[in-house]
Each structure stands twice: as C-alpha cells, then as structure tokens.
T-cell receptor
C-alpha cells in the first residue's frame, strides 16, 4: 500500500468551474499535509498546507482535512486555464518522513 | 532572495558511468532534501539533511547512490554506477524550519534531468 494515493486523472473542468482534487494517506498518525502544484517541466511549488481537521481557505483555494477518514482534498474555485498543472499531495508521516503522491493532472478548458 | 540552485540542468550518460549533482540551498536553510522524480510519478525522497547530518536516507539505494552536505550548506548527490532506471529528474529542496511538527515549506530548485542510455 502506498503512503499517499491520488487519482492520476486527467481531470478536466471548464473555465470558471470548481476543481476537486483528492488524496488519501495510510499513516493515521500523520500530522502535516501539503498541496503542491507542478507545471510541466517545472519544479513543485507549494500552494497550501493544513494540519488541523476542517477547511482552510486561501484565495480561490480551499484545503480540507479529515483525519478520521485519512483524507485530504483541494478545491479550486473559479478555475482558470493557468491552473492547468499536476497537483501533488504530500504528507509528513509519524516518522517525520515526507511522502508525495503521484499527482493528479488537471486541465481547465477555456 | 536567491532560490535553490542546482547544476547541471541536464546530463546524459551511459549506463555504468558515474555522475554527480550539486545543490546550493537558500541561505540560512538548515534542512536540505534530495528527491528523485521519474516521469509520471511524484517526487520520491532520497535523503534529508539537517545541517550536515543525515536525518533520513531510508529510500536511498546505498549500493550506488551517495550524498554529502559538507559544512551544512552545499550538497552533492552521486550515482555510481548508473543504471537505465536512474533516468529521472533529481530535485533538491531546502527548508527553513528544522524537524518539528507543523510547517515544512520546501523550496525546490529547477532540478537536474538525467538520461541514462
């Protein structure tokens, strides 16, 4: 079982719609959770981090964490073509090890 | 503020040859990470340094990979001998926060794309 699992996609949404990206993790004791965006041929860049149950909003982005279900998600409101990228979920395990998922490819269609 | 620097940006070698990558983290960042990202996959942590000490190298193939961080600043990652499956992008990242619960914002360098033929 992988430490962090994501649906690889591709996920396609029309411009202006809400994109929903999901991630599950195996280590119940994990405490820190991150969403990174990676454009093709570029390095990952941090979008958001969350470590408390519930929602955390930053502009058009909302991260949601449910530790009981071992589930973390990212919502992108008013999706723009510039949001087209691969979104990586990352988790810090109880051993302080950093694990990335395989990423979900998002395409926003104008 | 200068970002994480890596060199070279691209490298093509034949299998069984050796190769080395260099990373200069953001000034003042105590934690340095090396990742391997194979096409279509997420980054896989190879080794993590805290200053010049190794924190985690559990996923580093130690029979062929080695890394060091002299004086707690620059770092080098070496592969010797290389295999075809080592073809990947090697990413270096650094972080201001030391190991603690909570926030580990990592800043990534541009990466080195390695092709082993």
């Amino acid at each position: 079982q992988k430490e962090v699992e994501q649906n690889s996609g591709p996920l396609s949404v029309p411009e202006g719609a809400i994109a929903s990206l999901n991630c599950t993790y195996s280590d119940r004791g994990s405490q820190s959770f991150f969403w990174y965006r990676q454009y093709s041929g570029k390095s990952p860049e941090l979008i958001m981090f969350i470590y408390s149950n519930g929602d955390k909003e930053d502009g058009r982005f909302t991260a949601q964490l449910n530790k009981a279900s071992q589930y973390v998600s990212l919502l992108i409101r008013d999706s723009q073509p510039s949001d087209s990228a691969t979104y990586l979920c990352a988790v810090v395990s109880t051993g302080n090890q950093f694990y990335f998922g395989t990423g979900t490819s998002l395409t926003v269609i104008p | 503020e200068a970002g994480v620097a890596q060199s070279p940006r691209y490298k093509i070698i034949e299998k069984r040859q050796s190769v080395a990558f260099w990373c200069n983290p953001i000034s003042g960042h105590a934690t340095l990470y090396w990742y391997q990202q194979i096409l279509g996959q997420g980054p896989k942590l190879l080794i993590q340094f805290q200053n010049n000490g190794v924190v985690d190298d559990s996923q580093l193939p130690k029979d062929r990979f080695s890394a060091e961080r002299l004086k707690g600043v620059d770092s080098t990652l070496k592969i010797q001998p290389a295999k075809l499956e080592d073809s990947a992008v090697y990413l270096c990242a650094s972080s201001l926060a030391p190991l603690q619960r909570g926030y580990y914002e990592q800043y990534f360098g541009p990466g080195t794309r390695l092709t082993v033929t």
